[in-house]
């Protein structure tokens, strides 16, 4: 069973860059799109980008275009989210998450299988 865990979180200062970095075990990522997802405090979590089986990027939010990408290495059987240009809205648990289906939506039912989230905090 794929098991996935984040890594890679702090406290970072506006404009500042964090990697984040969610590591599978039990499977190969191989046949698995992943997507990062976000809650912010008082919110609901919400999906910001996914990584194809085949490398392509879906952002599912407008605000982190420009910023964060994603990308992933097969022989570490590792996806990266890297963030530049924080801002503290940015803030949040930051959780990956593996799906069969592709990136066809960031509906959380579609994912079966959850990492335990990295806190990030953006602030001065």
């Known amino acids: 069973q794929l098991q996935l865990v984040e890594s890679g979180g702090g406290s970072v200062q506006p404009g500042g860059s964090l990697r984040l970095s969610c590591a599978a075990s039990?499977?190969?990522?191989?046949?698995?799109?992943i997507t990062w997802f976000r809650q912010a405090p008082g919110k609901e979590r919400e999906g910001i980008l996914c990584?194809?089986?085949?490398?392509?990027?879906?952002y599912y939010v407008d605000s982190v275009k420009g910023r964060f990408t994603i990308s992933r290495d097969n022989a570490k059987n590792t996806v990266y989210l890297q963030m530049n240009s924080l801002k503290p809205e940015d803030t949040g648990i930051y959780y990956c998450?593996?799906?069969?289906?592709?990136?066809?939506?960031?509906?959380?039912?579609?994912?079966?299988?959850w990492g335990q989230g990295t806190q990030v905090t953006v602030s001065s």
């Open positions: 998450a593996a799906t069969g289906r592709g990136c066809y939506d960031d509906d959380e039912r579609s994912y079966d299988y």
């Open positions: 039990g499977s190969t990522l191989d046949w698995y799109a």
């Open positions: 990584n194809s089986r085949h490398g392509g990027s879906t």
